[in-house]
Nanobody, 116 residues
Framework: QVQLVESGGGWVQPGGSLRLSCAAS????????MGWYRQAPGSQRELVAS???????YYADSVKGRFTISRDNAKNTVFLELNSLKPEDTASYYC??????????WGQGTQVTVSS
């Protein structure tokens, strides 16, 4: 059984930073895609950042230059560094991984709140 365990969310003031982690465990095989999504109340879930085949990265325009995605292949873990946080970054953040067998798995979500 595959599990994704997220950590690192919390409350931070505008301009602050957080680091999210998502560790995949279980028999998942080769992971081709790891991504972070977020969903604010009343909004659709959106892709924030992703890393494909361990090297190709994507960032939503709203986070470019502020967020950084990285991956530890040995530990099947993906990180999201959030810098220069804004109130509009407030949301539940979810990680998703996709295996080479095209199976997808989601984390349980971690809350990020940016306010003064």
């Amino acid at each position: 059984q595959v599990q994704l365990v997220e950590s690192g969310g919390g409350w931070v003031q505008p301009g602050g930073s957080l680091r999210l982690s998502c560790a995949a465990s279980g028999t998942i095989g080769s992971i081709t895609f790891m991504g972070w999504y977020r969903q604010a109340p009343g909004s659709q879930r959106e892709l924030v950042a992703s890393i494909f085949n361990a090297r190709d990265t994507y960032y939503a325009d709203s986070v470019k230059g502020r967020f950084t995605i990285s991956r530890d292949n040995a530990k099947n873990t993906v990180f999201l560094e959030l810098n220069s946080l804004k109130p509009e970054d407030t949301a539940s953040y979810y990680c998703k991984v996709r295996s080479a067998a095209l199976r997808e798995y989601w984390g349980q979500g971690t809350q990020v709140t940016v306010s003064s």
